[in-house]
């Protein structure tokens, strides 16, 4: 079964830094890009960035809210992508989802998310 | 990158057709097939339901489809079950090589 499943979430004070990791299984995550989505309590979706495979430089994108303190990296020999979120605001509290694509065509599937709560 | 247009809310009655709209510029909707539709019912994570403007992954009911005419894409339900009471949202790959959603509707089957 094709499955990512994300880790890493949990409650943080402004200003400090995370890191959240999704787990691939049932696919090579290698052939895929990799895109992290979040969304805000009772809010839509907003699409943080994504990385490329290696095939395609393995680089990465971002929104223009996120780039500079959110970055995306890979590890494809464990099957794992990560987002380090750096300087956390309390606006930056919602689930993180992270999915996969083929040339950005469509995000599927998508992992069952991982709260993070920025809080003093 | 503003986010696309879509209608807050929609209803429809079981058996009946809703379409959702989703508009965005020529830098986005306009100038890519790159649009796709996910479902997310209360609590869960979102699900693709159209890519590529048109295409039904496998498993997705052919009661859904998919179509852009300029800078606006659709989604059309039909023959509506009271399963289908979820929120959707539209997306397009852009111009800034990014890409950006829709603010979501809700579907409400009456």
């Known amino acids: 079964e094709v499955q990512l499943v994300e880790s890493g979430g949990g409650s943080i004070q402004p200003g400090r830094s995370l890191r959240l990791s999704c787990s691939a299984s049932g696919f090579s995550l290698g052939d895929f890009s990799v895109s992290w989505v979040r969304q805000a309590p009772g809010k839509g979706l907003e699409w943080l960035g994504f990385?490329?495979?290696?095939?395609?430089?393995?680089?990465?994108e971002y929104a223009a809210s996120v780039k500079g303190r959110f970055t995306i990296s890979r590890d494809d020999s464990k099957s794992i992508a990560y987002l380090q979120l750096n300087s956390l605001k309390t606006e930056d509290t919602a689930i993180y989802y992270c999915?996969?694509?083929?040339?950005?065509?469509?995000?599927?599937?998508w992992g069952q998310g991982t709260l993070v709560t920025v809080s003093s | 990158q503003s986010a696309l247009t879509q209608p807050p809310s929609v209803s429809g009655s079981p058996g009946q057709s809703v379409t959702i709209s989703c508009t965005g510029t020529s830098s986005d909707v306009g100038s890519y097939n790159r649009v796709s539709w996910y479902q997310q019912p209360p609590g869960t994570a979102p699900k693709l339901m159209i890519y590529?403007?048109?295409n039904r992954p496998s498993g997705v009911p052919d009661r859904f489809s998919g179509s852009k005419s300029g800078n606006t894409a659709s989604l059309t339900i039909s023959g509506l079950q009271a399963e289908d009471e979820a929120d959707y949202y539209c997306?397009?790959?852009?111009?800034?090589?990014?890409?950006?959603f829709g603010g979501g509707t809700k579907l409400t089957v009456l």
């Open positions: 999915t996969r694509s083929k040339y950005m065509v469509g995000f599927d599937p």
């Open positions: 590529e403007v048109s």
């Open positions: 990385i490329r495979s290696k095939a395609y430089g393995g680089t990465s």
């Open positions: 997306s397009s790959y852009t111009s800034s090589i990014t890409v950006v």
